[in-house]
């Protein structure tokens, strides 16, 4: 037996979320990216001292914790302040899903949940890569009705991540979740049978 690791991703509203919540269902060890984003931020983090230390202390909030609101105005407009951001929060990330990765017990099924894993070129460290597709129309009338989004919102969300052909080329297992939730809980149990069976060769 074996640890097998697992990336998992796929475009905002295709149902990535979904897919790790029936995946933990199924025994798998689920470490999502954005959950560890905000760990690595939290009041007294090392990391929430240099975020202050780059942006200043208009992005704390009264109680000294993160202000999200104000960190995305001060850095989304401006390409080199959140190339900075990221500097300072994505090795952090990783470092914190790695941690908990390594100490998976033997055997294990461990699936990271990272939402820009093809983006950050993540795809080498994991012995499985699944991407969750949908169809573009399918995912923004998701991302209106769960989201509160515009349409012209959700396309340019859309827009603003990687083209579907580069982050489906990606995947060793593509799960398309453009149907209904008894094709994708079918979809994600022949998926698992096949992960617990590659963590259980030696």
Aim: a negative charge; proline letters at 4%.
């Amino acid at each position: 037996m074996r640890t097998l690791h697992v990336g998992l991703t796929g475009g905002i509203g295709a149902g990535k979320s979904t897919v790790a919540r029936l995946l933990a269902g199924h025994g798998a060890i689920v470490l999502d990216a954005d959950l560890a984003a905000r760990a690595v931020v939290e009041p007294g983090t090392e990391g929430l001292a240099e975020v202050v230390g780059a942006f200043g202390p208009r992005v704390l909030r009264e109680d000294g914790s993160l202000d999200r609101a104000a960190l995305a105005s001060v850095v989304f407009s401006d390409e080199e302040r959140r190339k900075r951001l990221n500097a300072i929060v994505h090795p952090r990330v990783r470092a914190w899903m790695a941690e908990r990765a390594a100490a998976a017990p033997e055997g294990s099924v461990v699936v990271q949940d990272i939402p820009l894993l093809v983006e950050g070129g993540l795809t080498p460290l994991f012995d499985v890569v699944v991407v969750v597709d949908a169809d573009d129309d399918i995912r923004v009338g998701r991302l209106i009705r769960d989201r509160a989004m515009t349409e012209p919102e959700a396309r340019a969300r859309i827009a603003a991540q990687a083209p579907r052909e580069q982050r489906n080329a990606a995947a060793d297992r593509l799960i398309d979740n453009s149907g209904g939730t008894e094709e994708l809980n079918e979809a994600v149990a022949d998926l698992w049978h096949e992960l617990e069976g590659k963590s259980k060769q030696s």
